[in-house]
């Protein structure tokens, strides 16, 4: 007597619609790595850019109080201005560097009081500041890849 022995085994068509379902998956995640890194460098951007803010704030904050202008310790802002006040900052928020270094910037600050605010010595210090990078992008053309813009209240009497 003859016994047949069953072998179990995938077929050559099974394992190519294998293989080609596994490598349509595998191109459509490879799909979404440069919207994940770009969402990634975007975030990162803000965030630093949320970082300045603060610092600058805090630094207006620690400025003395007194009837005429003075100037902010960690970054010289003049407190009050009447103008837009510009500042930049190297990539990772590192300090100020002044206008003849702008090259080497990668964020862009822009400081604007309240000229109102400023003739009233009874109403908090008011105004606006607007971080955008590059530093290179002109504020009023909006070239920037992103900006990130706040108000801010100073109780400077």
Known sequence: MI????NRAFSLVEVTLALGIASFCLIAILGLIPVGLSSTQAALEQTQASNIISAIVTDMKLAPAATVATA?????IAIPAASAQMLYFKYGGDGDINSTARAA??????????????????????????????????????????SVSTFFALDRY
């Open 105 to 146: 910037a990668r964020y862009q600050v822009q400081i604007i009081f309240n000229t109102t605010a400023i003739n009233n010595r009874k109403t908090p210090l008011t105004g606006t500041i607007k971080v955008a990078w590059p530093a290179a992008a002109n504020l009023a053309q909006k070239h920037e890849q992103g």
């Open 3 to 6: 016994s047949l022995k069953s």
């Open 72 to 76: 902010s310790p960690r970054f010289g």
